[in-house]
């Protein structure tokens, strides 16, 4: 099992910048390939950005979100510039033990509870 708590969410105003973080604990040696998704109220929840040994990003933030990770912490981080209204949703953390360039959900096995981003116009 992994455990996963996500954090550094908040109320902001476009244009201004968050860092999610992801903790992550338990049997992280099988967190190969860890993610960022989001879900709008009404929407599906949508990839947002991917790591295992490289880094990849949906169309809607590249430019402007940055994923990494420090194994030494077992963290997992979002850097989000140039945050826009259209950006507001819950964000997710996600891993699973397998590699590629996994961007659907079912492709992801353990998941964290959310934290809320809120952009304002």
Do not use: H
Request: proline residues 2%; aromatic residues 12%.
């Amino acid at each position: 099992q992994v455990q996963l708590v996500e954090s550094g969410g908040g109320l902001v105003q476009a244009g201004d910048s968050l860092r999610l973080s992801c903790a992550t604990s338990g049997r992280t040696f099988s967190t190969i390939t860890m993610a960022w998704f989001r879900q709008a109220p009404g929407k599906e929840r949508e990839f947002v950005a991917g790591i295992n040994r490289g880094t990849y990003y949906a169309d809607s933030v590249k430019e402007r979100f940055t994923i990494s990770r420090e194994n030494a912490k077992n963290t997992l981080y979002l850097q989000m510039n140039s945050l826009k209204p259209e950006d507001t949703a819950v964000y997710y953390c996600a891993t699973t033990a397998r590699g590629g360039f996994l961007m659907g959900a079912v492709d992801y096995t353990y998941w964290g509870q959310g934290t809320q981003v809120t952009v304002s116009s």
